[in-house]
């Protein structure tokens, strides 16, 4: 089926008036969207499986990680130098990684190699090798950066802020030198039969390409792929209720900050009203409210924000700050002011206007290449917005009015839920 979205005016890699999204469905039965592009001979595709981090067990965590790095270091009877010498002769791009929730895997390549592009993806999807010499090397890498991440306030900050937003969780596990070490060649072969699964798997295809010469590629690339997994679901969970202060001491002359508590999911029916809240509250730059009272009036920090952070069993809204350590509880005052006053008092018009026209004059630019928008495919796909999102979109957040702005703050916003971890040395503050 065709779906035309007609805000393709400001998109750069598409010729055409409207960006028309088909649905293809292979002949072994593997659905994948499609926006044909034939002004370049070029040809995205990125596969999104629900199997991320947050699967890794307790202990090995990493290892989804280490997968991602390992898949194109060599499959079927290609080392790792031969695989990646075969990429570079077909002037492809072949690259895996995961998050919390989604392992990717994304392809490019010239539409004249599309048969053997799509046929070295079912090899490292399907093929991977694991060579002992290419696992190694992985590990060291991954165990050189976490070494590297325990001298970074910034690294330091973020693990220590997921531990307290998702204790006893998977969200709020990460990788160490024991978990990594931990990964053995077992784990890593088991991997991809239990993970890649067809039942877990959303495809965006963008470019010079018809559905007629796509459903055999994705046959060829996955029809084979297990059709189940038998992988245990994450349970949901959400921040803690009660607010808190931990504080890592560090020797540093700034203290770095993250703060948040629960927010909502993505199918949220307040979604929109959140999401103008937020760039209104702290996502909108030197437009939003917390940089304007943190930074511009009161000179306390170069930079703070917030964002929505919808996860596949949790939704978060959280934010960042850093500043002198002298000025950090005064920051963090002003910070907690903000919130109480979106909470308790209506935006201005002429903040809610800006407010919905950057975030629906912005979207479009987000689609400036053939791979952000195989890359959005996916994201429609997977959080079921429906393949006339692009259409419903902007009235969505047209539609948000000041009052819904207040009632959604009051829900998400209280001060005294806050989660606030603190890494540096902040003056008046117990640790």
Known sequence: MKYAVSLIALLFCVSADALTIEKVVSQGGIEAWLVQDHSNPIISAQLSFSAGNGYDPEGKEGLAAMVAGLL?????????????????????????????????????????????????????????????????????????????????????????????????????RSASLASVKAVTEADLKAWAPSHLTRDRLVIGVVGDITPAELGPLLDRALGDAPARSSLPEIADTAPPAKGSL????????????????????????????????????????????????????????????????????????????????????????????????????????????????YLNGAFPLQMDSTASIAALLTVVQREHLGIDYFDRRPALIGKVSAADIKSVAAKLLDPDQITIVVVGDPAGMAD
Not at 317 to 346: F, P
């Open 72 to 172: 194109d270091e060599g499959a079927g009877d290609l080392d790792s130098q031969a695989f990646q010498e075969r990429l570079d002769d077909l002037s492809m791009t072949l690259g895996f990684a995961s998050d919390e929730d989604h392992f990717t895997a994304s392809l490019k390549t010239l539409t004249e190699n599309k048969d053997e592009a799509f046929n070295l993806l079912h090899m490292a999807l399907r093929q991977p090798r694991f060579d002992k010499d290419a696992v190694d090397r992985v590990s060291a890498q991954m165990q050189t950066a976490l070494q590297q991440e325990e001298q970074e306030p910034q690294a330091v900050v973020a693990k220590k802020f997921s531990a307290m937003m998702f204790p006893n969780h998977p969200y709020g």
């Open 246 to 357: 931990t504080v890592v001491r560090r020797p540093i002359p700034q203290s770095v900050v993250s703060f948040g508590k629960s927010g909502i999911k993505r199918d949220d029916p307040d979604w929109y009203k959140a999401y103008v809240m937020n760039y209104i509250l702290g996502g909108g730059g030197f437009s939003s409210r917390l940089m304007t009272e943190v930074r511009v009036k009161r000179g306390l920090a170069y930079g703070v924000g917030t964002g929505l952070v919808p996860y596949s069993h949790a939704g978060a809204i959280d934010g960042e700050v850093a500043t002198r350590n002298d000025k950090l509880a005064e920051s963090l005052k002003v910070i907690k002011e903000q919130l109480k006053r979106m909470a308790t008092s209506e935006v201005s018009a002429e903040e809610l206007n800006s407010a919905k026209t």
